[in-house]
């Protein structure tokens, strides 16, 4: 057991060295030697969970969309919004998430598979779209594969440029100012008069998920009759 968990917290230490340095260098010019460094581990340590520099992309590629996932809301359409706004937030504050974001859009990261995330990510909004079409929050023009494509790519776009114009310091302006132009294109006004896409959202949202559900107390007493 001891061994086991020394052997998570050496993989977790190697990724997030290896996130920091891919951040900061991109894929072509980081090193095995620098994310050694960087890890302050051996390179046998490393070679014993990741076998090469691309292994170590995937790897981080796969922990970026390991978030914890938006509780079912009643409008599909508010939780696609907060699935965005959610990402978005982690995208400022979590160095893997930022990582794997420039991994996914590297392009000199030939060798890597870099579908991963637009596939994910696809998945997840095509999925609450085909929700929200079912209890008649979309409008009827609207094809839930191809809009998930065109918010995924959308959203894509938008990570870049607030990582140039402002190291994502100003991301969250600009995924709002993208809802208020892609939503009413697909969804029904009496819907989306009460969606909430305002920046101040993602803070409830990471205070909402870190609070604790109470557990259930055993020993209730049932009611009687």
């Given at each position: 057991?001891?061994?086991?968990?020394?052997?998570?917290?050496?993989?977790?230490?190697?990724?997030?060295?290896?996130?920091?340095?891919?951040?900061?260098?991109?894929?072509?010019?980081?090193?095995?030697?620098?994310?050694?460094?960087?890890?302050?581990v051996?390179?046998?340590?490393?070679?014993?969970?990741?076998?090469?520099?691309?292994?170590?992309?995937?790897?981080?590629?796969?922990?970026q969309?390991?978030?914890?996932?938006?509780?079912?809301?009643?409008?599909?359409?508010?939780?696609?919004?907060?699935?965005?706004?959610?990402?978005?937030?982690?995208?400022?504050?979590?160095?893997?998430?930022?990582?794997?974001?420039?991994?996914?859009?590297?392009?000199?990261?030939?060798?890597?598979?870099?579908r991963?995330p637009?596939?994910?990510?696809?998945?997840?909004?095509?999925?609450?779209?085909?929700?929200?079409?079912?209890?008649?929050?979309?409008?009827?023009?609207?094809?839930?594969?191809?809009?998930?494509?065109?918010?995924?790519?959308?959203?894509?776009?938008?990570?870049?440029?607030?990582?140039?114009?402002?190291?994502?310091?100003?991301?969250?302006?600009?995924?709002?100012?993208?809802?208020?132009?892609?939503?009413?294109?697909v969804?029904?006004?009496?819907?989306?008069?009460?969606?909430?896409?305002?920046?101040?959202?993602?803070?409830?949202?990471?205070?909402?998920?870190?609070?604790?559900?109470?557990?259930?107390?055993?020993?209730?007493?049932?009611?009687?009759?």
């Open positions: 057991m001891v061994k086991q968990e020394r052997a998570i917290r050496t993989r977790k230490a190697i990724l997030t060295a290896a996130a920091k340095v891919f951040e900061e260098r991109g894929y072509r010019a980081a090193t095995i030697t620098e994310i050694l460094s960087a890890a302050g051996t390179k046998g340590a490393l070679y014993f969970h990741f076998s090469s520099k691309e292994e170590l992309a995937q790897g981080i590629l796969h922990e969309d390991q978030w914890l996932a938006i509780p079912d809301r009643a409008s599909k359409i508010q939780q696609i919004s907060d699935t965005v706004l959610l990402h978005a937030y982690r995208l400022q504050h979590d160095p893997m998430v930022r990582a794997g974001v420039r991994l996914s859009l590297d392009q000199q990261a030939g060798e890597v598979d870099r991963g637009f596939t994910h990510w696809g998945d997840i909004i095509g999925e609450l779209l085909d929700k929200a079409e079912a209890q008649g929050e979309l409008l009827p023009h609207v094809s839930a594969p191809e809009t998930a494509d065109v918010l995924v790519g959308s959203f894509a776009g938008i990570q870049a440029m607030s990582q140039v114009m402002s190291d994502y310091q100003d991301l969250l302006i600009r995924v709002n100012a993208m809802l208020r132009h892609f939503l009413p294109s969804v029904i006004p009496s819907v989306l008069a009460s969606v909430d896409i305002t920046t101040a959202r993602a803070d409830r949202l990471v205070t909402e998920l870190r609070t604790p559900v109470p557990a259930p107390e055993d020993d209730a007493v049932a009611p009687v009759g």
